[in-house]
């Protein structure tokens, strides 16, 4: 008898602790997860139900057909057309935001006088939403009365038709996209900037290393965590770009500038073709997780290396 | 020779007049004749108002005051249903929501009715549409349907049927005149036969509202008078005048280049019907439906489109709505076919700089066609998932909104095209907008887009804009466009179980 009350004393939680029972563990937890389940899982596997079905509302069809949407993709050129222009606009914007965010955090790393209030200024476009960037560059290209032709036009210089001309318009997609998140990138990285220990600069400083290598060997390494989380995220975000291409090119011409998310949308939403749509959605959600996860083990093989 | 054609062309003019003031003709066949002689539209106005008769004010209400029917002698009560509400949802942008907003308080007053607005740009609203009318309960008592979508909502049977409503005198003023909406309008935004999903039929199911219209030839009169030319009237004397018109701060011609479904609706169509194309063959019914875009004149109407772009702006294959309106109104384009609702901005002194030297005429045809465009316009109709007494308030407040007093007071204060004949040759908003008959006129010969009966419509649609819009811009030449786009909309029938 004494050796129970020993063990369920062991067992009762210390007089005061906020944690009486699993049952209150799981009191407080159940609301996040139920937050999850409805407004992620939930949605997640229904998707994924409606990607097997052939379902019109339109013309009010909604049957099982198997695997058909995804053969269908397969066999759509501007599903691949799209995917193209998805990959461009995120390996080169991505690349274009990162190595300009960086640089231009480390201009402003050296404290120039008025830093302060320039480095504010760049932040703006990011606080814009991404429809209305691209409203506001529609207007700003704009071939007749655009203020960019207007003062191409004034210096004598080629006024092209950067929305218009297949050539040119998914560049056009992608500056007007790196023009409002590179300052993203770069409030990242020089965040990172203000943390990094001063001892490693004094301590390369004392070794004789000139700005270059400190560079190099010093800043660039201890900011490459900072770097690659911003590429990562700008990475994911482009990858999903929409609202700029609405705005902005409507993706045309053509299928010039169509992301994969616009075409989704285009199937869901204005051609009421929802099981087609949920199997693009989930085309890209697999491709999205499948990207993350081989980067992320390539960042922690570096890791490992860097350690041993 | 000039003289005498001249002569006689007078004597023609003076012959209709004779004719409509004692009666041998109707208004509408006056209309129609002497635009064809090149009668002004301010002197059209004034011999119909002289005809006396009817007035275009309507006998219920002074003119442009939007008063609400009294309907007297019908049973008909504008009070019948005060204290209720009534929730609709009309397209943004389109300045469709402009007038109701205005009357929102009159309406209160005369009819008691509160009223609910919402507007949405047309994406959301079609969406929107097509939830609530499948939900257990609208959440609209009157929905804005655009012409395109009739087949999907109105076609799958989830409007309420109201042609007894409109007979019936305790629910319809007296004057309402459901006959003064043209017979092709009432085809594309009123009646649909549910059964074999085609357009008209015997019942009833939208009014149309809040503009309808086609397209016209907007022209600079003071051009085509300093170049000593005739308006066009074939697509060749387009093609001509366009080069003859162009200079170095006025191209002959513009229109809708960019990516934009209006570049098939507006520029290409046109062309392509008045050609001679039609552009379905077979019956969905039997999976047989299949497109002619390979057809000649779905070649050559891409093809001239193509020829007239050295006579263009520069930039016209970014074009849009927007971009051509400005062009026209800051007297940078001589001529363009355009949607006759967005036209009449063009007219006014605030909003264009050539507002003087405006001219209109129907779209050219090639020898023997027909001067048609397409038939555009929205329509107006009560949700059947409502409870009884919702759809009977709906009906009340629409033949308010639908009235002929409505109706001009929202053509004359926003400009948006008539849905009613009697509109259309007002002779005060003739005065004001000039473009009116010929409007008219055009809205009566247009022709409801043959693929407008399926879901599909939208997709076909903008697989040919983005195609077209590659043939503008140099990338693929018209046969290999025409091709491209036949191919797809095959593909997009074959999976609508079109087209087997």
Redesign the interface.
């Known amino acids: 008898m004494r050796g129970r009350e020993s063990v369920q004393a062991a067992e009762a939680p210390a007089r005061g602790s906020p944690l009486h029972t699993r049952r209150d563990i799981a009191l407080l937890v159940t609301p996040a997860i139920a937050y999850l389940v409805v407004f992620s899982v939930f949605p997640l596997l229904y998707s994924l139900g409606i990607s097997f079905m052939r379902w ?5 069809r909604f049957e099982f057909i198997g695997l058909l949407n995804y053969q ?1 993709l397969a066999a759509d050129p501007v599903f691949w057309q799209s995917t193209v222009n998805t990959a461009v606009m995120t390996v080169v914007g991505v690349t274009v935001q990162v190595l300009l965010g960086t640089a231009l955090a480390l201009f402003f790393n050296l404290h120039l006088r008025g830093s302060w209030f320039v480095r504010g200024v760049l932040v703006l476009p990011m606080l814009l939403t991404p429809v209305v960037v691209g409203l506001m560059w529609r207007a700003l290209l ?4 655009g203020m960019i032709n207007w003062a191409l036009g004034e210096l004598g210089m080629p006024t092209p ?1 950067w ?4 050539t040119l318009a998914l560049w056009t997609l992608i500056v007007v996209d790196s023009w409002q998140w590179t300052p993203f990138v770069m409030v990242v990285v020089f965040a990172r900037l203000q943390a990094l220990p001063r001892d490693v600069f004094e301590a390369s400083q004392v070794d004789g290393a000139g700005r270059l290598a400190t560079l190099s060997r010093v800043t660039l390494p201890l900011l490459a965590p900072a770097i690659l989380f911003a590429a990562i995220f700008r990475a994911i975000d482009t990858f999903r770009s929409f609202d700029v291409v609405f705005g902005l ?7 010039f500038t169509t992301t994969l998310s616009f075409y989704t949308w ?1 199937n869901g ?4 073709r929802y099981g087609y749509a949920s199997a693009m959605a989930y085309i890209m959600v697999i491709v999205a997780v499948v990207g993350m996860t081989l980067l992320f083990r390539y960042v922690n093989f570096r890791r490992e290396d860097v350690r041993t | 020779m000039e003289q005498q054609g001249a002569r006689g062309g007078q004597d023609l003019v003076s012959q209709a007049i004779r004719d409509v003031l004692n009666g041998r003709i109707s208004r509408r066949a006056f209309v129609r004749r002497a635009t064809i002689l090149g009668l002004s539209g301010g002197a059209i106005g004034a011999v119909i108002a002289a005809c006396g008769g009817e007035t275009p004010a309507g006998p219920t209400g002074a003119p442009g005051t939007g008063a609400a029917p009294t309907g007297a002698g019908g049973g008909y009560d504008p009070m019948r249903y005060a204290g209720e509400r009534v929730r609709i949802a009309i397209v943004d942008g389109e300045r469709d929501e402009l007038g109701l907003r205005d009357k929102i308080p009159e309406i209160k007053e005369q009819m008691g009715i509160d009223v609910d607005l919402t507007t949405m740009a047309l ?1 959301a609203l ?2 929107s549409n ?1 939830q609530n009318l ?1 939900a257990p309960e609208s959440a609209f008592d009157v929905m804005h349907v655009l012409g395109f ?1 009739v087949a ?2 109105v076609g ?1 049977d989830l409007f309420t049927e109201i042609t007894d409503w409109v007979a019936d005198p305790e629910r319809t003023p007296e004057d309402y005149d459901l006959e003064d909406f043209p017979a092709g309008q009432l085809e594309y935004t009123g009646y649909f036969d549910v059964e074999t999903g085609s357009y008209g039929g015997d019942k009833l199911y939208l009014i149309p509202g809040v503009h309808s219209g086609s397209c016209i030839m907007f022209y600079r009169q003071d051009l085509f008078d300093a170049a000593g030319l005739s308006v066009p009237t074939t697509w060749e004397e387009y093609l001509a005048a366009a080069e003859a018109l162009t200079t170095d701060e006025v191209a002959g011609n513009a229109m809708i ?3 934009d479904v209006s570049l098939f609706l507006v520029d290409w169509y046109t062309r392509f019907i008045t050609m001679g194309g039609q552009l379905t063959s077979g019956d969905k019914n039997d999976q047989t439906l299949n497109t002619n875009f390979t057809s000649d004149p779905a070649v050559r109407a891409l093809q001239h489109m193509i020829d007239c772009l050295p006579y263009a ?3 016209v ?2 074009y849009g709505f927007t ?1 051509s309106l ?2 026209f109104a800051s007297g ?1 384009v001589a001529m363009m076919v355009f949607w006759s609702t967005i036209g009449g901005s063009l007219y006014d002194p605030e909003a264009s700089t050539v507002s003087d030297a405006v001219g209109d005429a129907l779209v050219p045809a090639d020898s023997g066609q027909t001067p048609q465009a397409i038939r555009g316009g929205w329509g107006l109709g009560i949700p059947k998932n409502l409870p009884d007494r919702n759809k009977d308030v709906a009906w009340h407040f629409l033949t308010y909104l639908t009235s002929k007093e409505f109706e001009k007071y929202q053509v004359g204060t926003y400009q948006t095209d008539p849905n009613r004949a009697s509109t259309f040759i007002d002779p005060e908003l003739v005065t004001q907008l000039p473009h009116l008959p010929v409007a008219g006129e055009a809205a009566e010969s247009a022709r409801i887009l043959e693929i407008a009966n399926i ?2 419509v ?2 076909i649609v ?1 697989a040919a804009a ?2 077209f ?2 043939a503008l ?1 140099g ?1 693929q030449d018209a046969t290999t466009a025409c091709q491209k786009v036949q191919e797809a909309s095959e593909a997009i029938l074959r ?2 179980g079109h087209l087997a």
């Open positions: 019109d509302q339109v013309g009010s269908n704009n071939p007749d009365w038709l929305l218009g001309d297949p090119t409507y993706g045309g011409p053509g299928r285009e939403f204005t051609f009421t | 994406g079609l969406e097509n499948r979508s999907g909502t799958a280049g960019a990516n702006p520069s930039a294959t970014s971009e400005d062009a940078r879901p599909e939208f997709e903008g983005r195609e819009n590659l811009t990338t999976t609508g």
